[in-house]
């Protein structure tokens, strides 16, 4: 099975940009849906963004426009580009995988999670 590790996090100004990074441990990604997923405190997972195993993307109202997801499967790679960063953006993050091909915008069909990562970002 695959197990993600995020990276990238930390502490950022709004309106700055941050990426973040998940790689695949156990198995390649190229197989698999893959969704950032943040949890912000006091509040319920909440979908950021996912992109399918052929590189089709979907994202939150919230993020669409500011965050860009994508894929490389030769590094075994997925990244979140987060632009003109929000102070209600701050949460942990966590990057998620599901065999198969579809998007799932529901973080309970992601079977593979990663420890998350903080973003927090300072008005």
């Known amino acids: 099975q695959v197990q993600p590790v995020e990276s990238g996090g930390g502490l950022v100004q709004a309106g700055d940009s941050l990426r973040l990074s998940c790689a695949a441990s156990?198995?390649?990604?190229?197989?698999?849906?893959v969704g950032w997923i943040r949890r912000a405190p006091g509040k319920e997972r909440e979908f950021v963004a996912a992109?399918?195993?052929?590189?089709?993307?979907t994202y939150a109202d919230a993020v669409k426009g500011r965050f860009t997801i994508s894929r490389d499967n030769a590094k075994n790679m997925v990244y979140l580009q987060m632009s003109s960063l929000k102070p209600e953006d701050t949460a942990v993050y966590y990057c998620?995988?599901?065999?198969?091909?579809?998007?799932?915008?529901?973080?309970?069909?992601?079977?593979?999670w990663g420890q998350g990562t903080q973003v927090t970002v300072s008005s």
């Open positions: 992109i399918s195993a052929n590189g089709g993307t």
């Open positions: 156990g198995r390649t990604f190229s197989n698999y849906a």
């Open positions: 998620a995988a599901r065999w198969g091909s579809d998007i799932q915008t529901n973080p309970v069909k992601y079977a593979y």
